[in-house]
């Protein structure tokens, strides 16, 4: 079975004055269908671009330099505008950070699901309207058949991304990439909106692409996870396996750095440094500078993604070179 | 009769009754543009109808002024025409200028800022600079060139008739750059909001992305410049007229009453030219007063 989306050594970059900076670079990765993936990292790791790679978003200068994204075996990268636009359609879905945005105010958010309906499917405008009240109350939304007429500023934050998330499933797309879905929400708000997705997605068999830098959500929901450092994925693999065993030292820091109830510390720990300037990018392992285990190889060559020797969970760290030379 | 309840109870209106200058303001130009509309109907006197002036008539004064008749509350002029009729007609012409010719810059405007904002790139930098450089001429300049331009272009025996619309023309051809200018600016804020994404995301075509969802959202702060833009037409109007260039003299807006009238000032026949000058004076007051409130509305760092 090929997989829904396939991500294969993408490389995005933004021409600059300076010279082309490298904002995403050889990153690879496929979801299957009805699968979550968490991709995680800090800011300015390339989450975000990569989203916006995948749904056509990316703002020039932003362009793809290498590599293929491929949707249901189609090559999205290099189509022309239109033609993207038609295969992409309704067939992938977005959800973004700040439902304050993500509606526009001018019109009820009956108006805009009946017109996103009736642009995509062959329903009638009436249909549409009953199908929308439906999506409504499927997202939790009370007295649908009420606020279907309201405006978005008559929502509050939690209620709006409910809206942002009918509007996302209305048209059954097979995938959502959804970035920082619950980053503008109260807590208690975000786990009723990660339950929500999770749920919709598995009664819908919609694959997701879930970008945050919160580790907690990914925790909550995905199958998989992704972890992105300086433009590159550090490591990859099944959710239980990353958590409880990361492979890559940057996912170690990243684990050990995220408190825990009932652990007393002093101090909480952290990964030395920062994450390096796309200018400034070292060359071998972008991680090296600031890795407690690195060694003389990380310096010069930049390390591919390696069997950590678990199936299906792979780091790009040297450490694992040997066990990958050897089988 | 949700809807009425929902106009009465809104902030707008709290606002508008509370300030009497407002109310007044907007009586008078209701008033004004009443009596310019139904101007056939309301007038006494057809002061554009040759047969029913009476050239004895000419030059009354005033009814306070001594020798003056309740036919004519506000005098005549040279010719025996009314000259409270000549107001009101050409207060109809003074509005039909300022509003079509700022509906003309509107949709130019917007039109250009809303592809200049959205679209960007050389496309905006073309738009911004033709925008900068008009803008460099003072509009009346720019509308007595593109009158004089498409003046010249027209046929003889077409240019009394065509005279209002040039002007409408010129006017709304050197206004545009302003609405350009704040469209841009709102466009290139809404152009980064996330609804716009996910129209992009779910494959809506950009025309009609500015069509359905830039313009609309873009239009509250194009709306209030327009109400400020109107009284401004009309001075460029009533200057353009004054000047000789605007309409001509069978179908007198405000501007060529002042100018007519100007003749007589020192020979002591002033109400001529008094009356249409307080008359534009009025309008272009109360019009301003309500686009100045409404900006003030309208901008919640102002309330």
Same mark, same amino acid.
């Given at each position: 079975?090929?997989?829904?989306?396939?991500?294969?050594?993408?490389?995005?970059?933004?021409?600059?004055?300076?010279?082309?900076?490298?904002?995403?670079?050889?990153?690879?990765?496929?979801?299957?269908?009805?699968?979550?993936?968490?991709?995680?990292?800090?800011?300015?790791?390339?989450?975000?671009?990569?989203?916006?790679?995948?749904?056509?978003?990316?703002?020039?200068?932003?362009?793809?330099?290498?590599?293929?994204?491929?949707?249901?075996?189609?090559?999205?990268?290099?189509?022309?505008?239109?033609?993207?636009?038609?295969?992409?359609?309704?067939?992938?879905?977005?959800?973004?950070?700040?439902?304050?945005?993500?509606?526009?105010?001018?019109?009820?958010?009956?108006?805009?699901?009946?017109?996103?309906?009736?642009?995509?499917?062959?329903?009638?405008?009436?249909?549409?309207?009953?199908?929308?009240?439906?999506?409504?109350?499927?997202?939790?939304?009370?007295?649908?058949?009420?606020?279907?007429?309201?405006?978005?500023?008559?929502?509050?934050?939690?209620?709006?991304?409910?809206?942002?998330?009918?509007?996302?499933?209305?048209?059954?797309?097979?995938?959502?990439?959804?970035?920082?879905?619950?980053?503008?929400?109260?807590?208690?708000?975000?786990?009723?909106?990660?339950?929500?997705?999770?749920?919709?997605?598995?009664?819908?068999?919609?694959?997701?692409?879930?970008?945050?830098?919160?580790?907690?959500?990914?925790?909550?929901?995905?199958?998989?996870?992704?972890?992105?450092?300086?433009?590159?994925?550090?490591?990859?693999?099944?959710?239980?396996?990353?958590?409880?065993?990361?492979?890559?030292?940057?996912?170690?820091?990243?684990?050990?750095?995220?408190?825990?109830?009932?652990?007393?510390?002093?101090?909480?720990?952290?990964?030395?440094?920062?994450?390096?300037?796309?200018?400034?990018?070292?060359?071998?392992?972008?991680?090296?500078?600031?890795?407690?285990?690195?060694?003389?190889?990380?310096?010069?060559?930049?390390?591919?993604?390696?069997?950590?020797?678990?199936?299906?969970?792979?780091?790009?760290?040297?450490?694992?070179?040997?066990?990958?030379?050897?089988? | 009769?949700?809807?009425?309840?929902?106009?009465?109870?809104?902030?707008?209106?709290?606002?508008?009754?509370?300030?009497?200058?407002?109310?007044?303001?907007?009586?008078?130009?209701?008033?004004?543009?009443?009596?310019?509309?139904?101007?056939?109907?309301?007038?006494?006197?057809?002061?554009?109808?040759?047969?029913?002036?009476?050239?004895?008539?000419?030059?009354?004064?005033?009814?306070?002024?001594?020798?003056?008749?309740?036919?004519?509350?506000?005098?005549?002029?040279?010719?025996?025409?009314?000259?409270?009729?000549?107001?009101?007609?050409?207060?109809?012409?003074?509005?039909?200028?300022?509003?079509?010719?700022?509906?003309?810059?509107?949709?130019?405007?917007?039109?250009?800022?809303?592809?200049?904002?959205?679209? +960007?790139? $050389?496309?905006?930098?073309?738009?911004?600079? *033709? /925008?900068?450089?008009? #803008?460099?001429?003072?509009?009346? =300049? &720019?509308?007595?060139?593109?009158?004089?331009?498409?003046?010249?272009?027209?046929?003889?025996?077409?240019?009394?008739?065509?005279?209002?619309?040039?002007?409408?023309?010129?006017?709304?051809?050197?206004?545009?750059?302003?609405?350009?200018?704040?469209?841009?600016?709102?466009?290139?804020?809404?152009?980064?909001?996330?609804?716009?994404?996910?129209?992009?995301?779910?494959?809506?075509?950009?025309?009609?992305?500015?069509?359905?969802?830039?313009?609309?959202?873009?239009?509250?702060?194009?709306?209030?410049?327009?109400?400020?833009?109107?009284?401004?037409?009309?001075?460029?109007?009533?200057?353009?007229?004054?000047?000789?260039?605007?309409?001509?003299?069978?179908?007198?807006?405000?501007?060529?009453?002042?100018?007519?009238?100007?003749?007589?000032?020192?020979? +002591?026949? $002033?109400?001529?030219?008094?009356?249409?000058? *307080? /008359?534009?004076?009025? #309008?272009?007051?109360?019009?301003? =007063? &309500?686009?100045?409130?409404?900006?003030?509305?309208?901008?919640?760092?102002?309330?």
């Amino acid at each position: 079975m090929t997989a829904l989306l396939e991500v294969d050594r993408l490389r995005i970059e933004f021409p600059t004055r300076r010279g082309i900076l490298v904002a995403v670079d050889d990153v690879s990765f496929s979801i299957e269908e009805g699968e979550v993936l968490g991709v995680v990292g800090e800011s300015g790791a390339g989450k975000s671009v990569t989203g916006a790679a995948v749904i056509g978003l990316l703002e020039p200068p932003g362009r793809i330099g290498r590599g293929d994204i491929r949707f249901e075996g189609r090559q999205l990268n290099g189509l022309p505008q239109e033609a993207m636009r038609r295969i992409r359609g309704a067939k992938i879905g977005a959800i973004f950070q700040d439902p304050l945005t993500s509606l526009n105010p001018i019109y009820s958010i009956g108006r805009q699901l009946t017109e996103t309906l009736t642009t995509h499917t062959d329903l009638s405008s009436s249909q549409a309207r009953s199908r929308a009240i439906d999506l409504l109350n499927e997202v939790g939304i009370p007295a649908a058949e009420r606020r279907v007429d309201s405006y978005p500023h008559e929502f509050s934050g939690g209620m709006r991304q409910r809206v942002v998330i009918a509007l996302a499933i209305c048209v059954n797309p097979r995938l959502i990439i959804a970035d920082e879905p619950t980053t503008a929400l109260d807590v208690s708000i975000q786990a009723q909106i990660i339950g929500l997705l999770k749920n919709l997605c598995h009664e819908h068999r919609t694959a997701i692409m879930l970008i945050t830098h919160d580790m907690g959500v990914i925790a909550e929901m995905s199958d998989r996870v992704a972890v992105m450092y300086a433009g590159r994925i550090a490591e990859i693999g099944p959710l239980r396996e990353v958590v409880k065993s990361p492979k890559h030292p940057y996912t170690v820091g990243l684990m050990d750095s995220i408190p825990k109830v009932g652990q007393e510390k002093d101090q909480l720990s952290h990964i030395r440094g920062a994450m390096p300037r796309l200018q400034e990018i070292p060359p071998g392992c972008p991680f090296h500078p600031r890795c407690p285990e690195a060694f003389d190889r990380c310096q010069v060559e930049r390390p591919d993604m390696m069997d950590t020797g678990h199936p299906r969970q792979a780091a790009s760290c040297w450490k694992y070179a040997r066990t990958a030379s050897h089988g | 009769m949700g809807w009425l309840k929902r106009v009465i109870d809104h902030d707008i209106s709290y606002s508008f009754t509370r300030s009497w200058v407002i109310m007044l303001a907007a009586f008078v130009t209701l008033f004004i543009i009443i009596t310019s509309v139904f101007a056939p109907w309301v007038t006494i006197h057809d002061p554009f109808n040759p047969s029913s002036l009476n050239l004895m008539d000419a030059f009354t004064p005033p009814i306070w002024v001594e020798g003056g008749k309740w036919t004519y509350p506000l005098g005549t002029d040279d010719q025996g025409r009314d000259i409270l009729s000549t107001i009101m007609f050409g207060n109809r012409i003074s509005l039909l200028v300022g509003f079509l010719s700022v509906l003309l810059a509107m949709l130019i405007g917007v039109t250009l800022g809303t592809v200049s904002g959205y679209i +960007g790139g $050389w496309l905006d930098s073309l738009i911004m600079r *033709l /925008a900068d450089a008009q #803008l460099t001429v003072p509009p009346i =300049l &720019i509308a007595l060139l593109v009158n004089g331009v498409a003046r010249a272009s027209l046929m003889q025996e077409l240019q009394e008739s065509l005279a209002i619309y040039v002007l409408v023309f010129s006017i709304g051809i050197a206004a545009w750059p302003q609405y350009a200018r704040v469209t841009r600016s709102g466009a290139m804020v809404e152009r980064n909001k996330e609804y716009i994404a996910a129209a992009k995301v779910i494959g809506v075509h950009p025309g009609l992305i500015m069509v359905r969802h830039i313009v609309p959202n873009v239009m509250g702060p194009t709306m209030v410049l327009a109400t400020i833009g109107v009284p401004l037409a009309i001075i460029i109007e009533a200057t353009l007229s004054f000047l000789g260039v605007g309409v001509p003299p069978t179908t007198p807006s405000l501007g060529t009453l002042i100018r007519i009238g100007n003749e007589f000032l020192f020979s +002591g026949e $002033w109400w001529i030219t008094i009356f249409p000058a *307080l /008359a534009l004076v009025v #309008l272009v007051l109360s019009v301003n =007063l &309500i686009g100045d409130w409404l900006r003030d509305t309208f901008n919640p760092k102002l309330r």
